[in-house]
């Protein structure tokens, strides 16, 4: 069974800094480009950032560009997202993703598998 779990959420005041892991038990985690999506209370889900199978291509949303970075280390089967300058906007659950694609797609309706979010909390 396919599992992705995230970890590193929390609460945080304004211009701190999270960083956000997710773990997945994926076979060939190297095949899946790797996603960060977020929703807030009364809104849909969001594309935050991606990022290409072996790691050389990278997407954000512009809200984020400049603040967060995602990575990812295969051999460990784990994405990476820091987040530094939080805003209390960005508060919100987080949720990685993994899409079985070549080419990186920033819509959540193409991933295909889903962790369980994590909640992420940003004080004025």
């Known amino acids: 069974q396919v599992q992705l779990v995230e970890s590193g959420g929390g609460l945080v005041q304004a211009g701190g800094s999270l960083r956000l892991s997710c773990a997945a038990s994926l076979r060939t985690f190297s095949n899946y480009v790797m996603g960060w999506f977020r929703q807030a209370p009364g809104k849909e889900r969001e594309f935050i950032a991606a990022?290409?199978?072996?790691?050389?291509?990278?997407y954000y949303a512009e809200s984020v560009k400049g603040r967060f970075t995602i990575s990812r280390d295969n051999a460990k089967n784990t994405v990476y997202l820091q987040m530094n300058s939080l805003k209390p906007e960005d508060t919100a659950v987080y949720y990685c993703?993994?899409?079985?694609?070549?080419?990186?797609?920033?819509?959540?309706?193409?991933?295909?598998?889903w962790g369980q979010g994590t909640q992420v909390t940003v004080s004025s």
């Open positions: 990022l290409s199978r072996n790691g050389d291509m990278t």
């Open positions: 993703a993994a899409d079985f694609a070549v080419v990186v797609r920033l819509s959540p309706k193409w991933y295909d598998y």
